[in-house]
């Protein structure tokens, strides 16, 4: 974490607090954008860190991907931090936010990874989740030397969103893409709907972008970032091909999930990803599977 790569006119920097945060910093010298804020009980020190990197300059945007409580929490901390900061999301983003349900869920499960830190007692903001400008597909947010496209990207949510920078060739990419491991594979992690996800892997393969920023991984540049998106395709089908086999011999989604963790539980994934939240997310993905692609067994 902290690695700082240059792309062209910008500089992008890992701001990250928490492995499996997901905060960096795209910076052309002028303006300052933070994708993604990470999780609630690292909000304080994250601020922290963006205001050592920029010292007297502002944070002038947000842009977040999805309404996640790993993604999104940090932001409210950021928003108090730097009051004229806008944070950037999808319109269905920002109505999650404003549900107290879907709040009190983000505060639990933020409250049980900070614990699995050794945090049991740290500033509650998340009643402060806010959009200062929510986006629809196809939107123009013009940041002054630059303007970024968003691009809606469902499947991992309804709310996930991309923001793609056609005169850099940059895509701030979403975790509908799917989970990096660092080396060769890609989790999928479509949650709420499976060939939404598959339609959205094709639309950024046609955006043809020259670079890649992955959350909770980084910058993947020129073939890398063709070959995560080749690779995030087709671990999306082999594993929805995997599930229905297994679900055809009557395997239960219980060892569907166990024997899932002991394929891609290992290295890198698991300092990014909370086991608890892995195995959710997975028990989550075969039951879309079996509703998708097996309704008759639904």
Known sequence: MGEEKETDRIRIVDLRVHPGDSAFLIDDGNTAILYDSGFAFTGNALC??????????????????HSHYD?????AYLKRRYPDCRIVAGKHAAAVFEKPSARRMMRELDQKVAASEGVTDYEDLIDRLSVDLTVEDGDSIDTG???FEAIALPGHTKCSFGYFCRSLGLLLGAETLGVYDGASEVLPAYLVDYQMALASIERVLSLA???ILVPH?????GALAKRYLLRSRKSAEETALWIVTELSKGVSEQEIVKAYRERVYHGYIRTIYPVDAMEL???IMVSLIRRELMPDQG
Request: no cysteine.
């Open 209 to 211: 972008p020259k670079a």
């Open 145 to 147: 030397a630059f303007v």
């Open 281 to 283: 997310n997975t028990g």
């Open 48 to 65: 922290d860190k963006v205001e050592a990197y920029l010292g007297n300059r502002v944070l002038d945007f947000i842009f977040l991907t």
């Open 217 to 221: 991984y980084g910058l993947l540049e």
């Open 71 to 75: 993604h999104a929490l940090g932001s």
